[in-house]
């Protein structure tokens, strides 16, 4: 279902082009698709801190729940709406964070025909939604647009290994397309044509009469156009992930504290570099609000292996339980970690919060949602 319901009993002004210019940064109202889950919700969060912010988040539920945005329900800036981004949404706003699209591989695997058709279709319509009101987008990617990478660490100029018929081929290859997508549009429809239209109103405007009407012929075509920013998400945790959504963190967290071994996918020396989600949302606000299109990659670089963050896990948690290895999954990764170089220089964001930091603070959201208490 689309909507474009106001819940604000005073809505702010109808949005305009020119809010996403520097001349005018006040009263944003911010659409978040797939905002019901882990990073949208915290995402929401955040946004929601700025008064001037009016927050819609669009989700189909699939990995997301209401629950993750209980705080918010009934707030008059903010409006949940039941949406599947495979179908058009007619609304208006002035940025969009398009994150909508099930990270976990176990959930993405499950319906892969689903996924690809979210990554695809679903950015197709948001694409869609941002070229007719003008706003700007920002589309979640991932650093498993690498593929197996065969460059190590990975900078955004890396064109990645990927397998194009493989099981993770619908979510890494489905982001591949997304991206694409988003640059044919920012090629097509983006703020290049900006040039073009001033060329052409610069040619036009002797003919046109009244002032007014050229004010108007100026004020459209100058700054209605399609604004992208692509962010490259490296493994990200913190409180909310699914406890049992399969990623190798909420995995051994939840292992740890119901007494469970630590199941390490073999060989053990696989590696990831794990942000927490306070530092990702940190990173994906400053790429939007800043002038670079990206590709960005925002991850933490701290690497580890699977093994090594088994032994951290039970040590920080539940010293007393084992660790063991079980078969792998098809086409794992054997290495990632971000070059981070183009965050730090273009958007002058590093990661804060160390796994040693950020793993407790995951811990204490855990224990709460198991009812498992500190002994
Ligand atoms: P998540 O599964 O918790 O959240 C995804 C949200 O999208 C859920 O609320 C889900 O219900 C919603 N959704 C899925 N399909 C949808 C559809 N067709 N229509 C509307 N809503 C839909 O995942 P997350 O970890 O919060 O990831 C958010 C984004 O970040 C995703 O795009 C993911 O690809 C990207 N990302 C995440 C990570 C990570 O480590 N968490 C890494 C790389 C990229
Ligand atoms: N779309 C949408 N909301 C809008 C505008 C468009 O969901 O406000 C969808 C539209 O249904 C289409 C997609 O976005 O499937 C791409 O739209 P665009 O106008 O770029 O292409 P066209 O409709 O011309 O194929
Ligand atoms: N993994 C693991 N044990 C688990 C779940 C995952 O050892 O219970 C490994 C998996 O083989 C992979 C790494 O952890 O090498 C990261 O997997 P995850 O599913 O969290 O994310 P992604 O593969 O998308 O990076």
Redo the contacts with the bound molecule.
């Keep these: 279902a ?1 909507s474009d319901k106001q819940t604000s009993p005073k809505p702010p002004p109808s949005p305009s082009p020119l809010r996403n210019s520097k001349f005018c940064q006040s009263n944003m109202r911010i659409l978040i698709s797939g905002g019901a889950g882990f990073i949208g919700s915290h995402l929401v969060d955040k946004l929601m801190e700025n008064e001037k912010n009016e927050v819609i988040v669009a989700d189909n539920y699939f990995t997301g729940s209401k629950d993750n945005l209980k705080k918010w329900i009934g707030h008059p800036r903010f409006e949940l709406i039941r949406h599947d981004v495979t ?5 208006e706003v002035d940025q969009i964070y398009h994150l909508a699209c099930p990270a976990s591989p176990i959930f993405y695997k499950y319906n892969p025909v689903k996924t690809i058709k979210t990554n695809v ?1 679903g950015t ?6 941002a ?3 003008g706003a700007r987008i920002l589309l979640t990617s991932t650093s498993e647009v690498y593929g197996d990478p065969l460059i190590h660490p990975q900078p955004e100029s890396y064109w990645g290994n990927v397998n194009p018929i493989g099981v993770r081929s619908c979510y890494d290859e489905g982001k591949r397309v997304a991206e694409t997508l988003m640059f044919d ?1 920012h090629r097509q ?1 983006g703020i290049g044509q900006l040039q073009f239209l001033k060329a052409l109103t610069l040619t036009f405007l002797p003919v046109i009469s009244s002032r007014f009407s050229r004010f108007l012929y100026v004020l459209v075509f100058c700054f209605v156009f399609i604004e992208i920013r692509i962010a490259r998400i490296f493994n990200t945790y913190g409180p909310r992930m699914n406890i049992d959504d399969g990623r190798v963190v909420s995995n051994f967290i939840a292992q740890a504290l119901r007494g469970e071994a630590l199941t390490v996918q073999k060989p053990g020396t696989q590696t990831r570099s794990f942000c927490y989600v306070s530092d990702m949302v940190d990173g994906l606000m400053r790429l939007m609000e800043g002038d670079d299109t990206g590709p960005i990659n925002i991850g933490n670089p701290g690497e580890f292996t699977m093994v090594e963050l088994a032994e951290t896990v039970k040590e920080l948690i539940n010293p007393s339980i084992e660790i063991k290895m079980v078969e792998n999954t098809p086409d794992d990764p054997r290495q990632r970690k971000p070059d981070i170089t183009k965050a730090k220089e273009v958007l002058g964001w590093e990661p804060k919060v160390k796994l040693r930091e950020g793993l407790p603070l995951m811990e204490e959201d855990f224990r709460l949602r198991l009812g498992v208490h500190k002994n």
């Design positions: 689309s179908e058009p949404l007619l609304i279709i197709l319509n948001m694409l869609g939604l070229k007719r009101v549009y429809h």
